[in-house]
Nanobody, 125 residues
Framework: QEQLVESGGGLVQAGGSLRLSCTTS????????MGWFRQAPGKEREFVAA????????YFADSVKGRFTIARDNARSTVYLQMNSLKPEDTAVYYC??????????????????WGQGTQVTVSS
């Protein structure tokens, strides 16, 4: 069973950057596609970005396209979310998630097998 731990959240001014990390405890990290989601106060959790098992395929929500990137280091069992040009509307708790899928697939819905506890990102105006 995978246990996911996010880090890197914090308070940043609009226009700034943050890099989130998500490290897993399992030894089969490369068997999982990974995703990032976020949930703002009073809103449902929404998809942000996903990456395939090898890292060769990525997908982003329209709201973050061109500002966020996702990457993974299978040797370190870690996935990253680089967030640039942050806006106040990016304020949310960010969650990473893992799903076991064939090598070239990625998942943009919330149909993931494992979830982290989340890390708070606050963007001030």
């Amino acid at each position: 069973q995978e246990q996911l731990v996010e880090s890197g959240g914090g308070l940043v001014q609009a226009g700034g950057s943050l890099r989130l990390s998500c490290t897993t405890s399992g030894r089969t990290f490369s068997n999982y596609a990974m995703g990032w989601f976020r949930q703002a106060p009073g809103k449902e959790r929404e998809f942000v970005a996903a990456i395939s098992r090898s890292g060769g395929s990525t997908y982003f929500a329209d709201s973050v396209k061109g500002r966020f990137t996702i990457a993974r280091d299978n040797a370190r069992s870690t996935v990253y979310l680089q967030m640039n040009s942050l806006k106040p509307e990016d304020t949310a708790v960010y969650y990473c998630a893992a799903v076991r899928v064939p090598p070239y697939e990625l998942v943009t819905t919330n149909q993931y097998d494992y979830w982290g506890q989340g890390t708070q990102v606050t963007v001030s105006s």
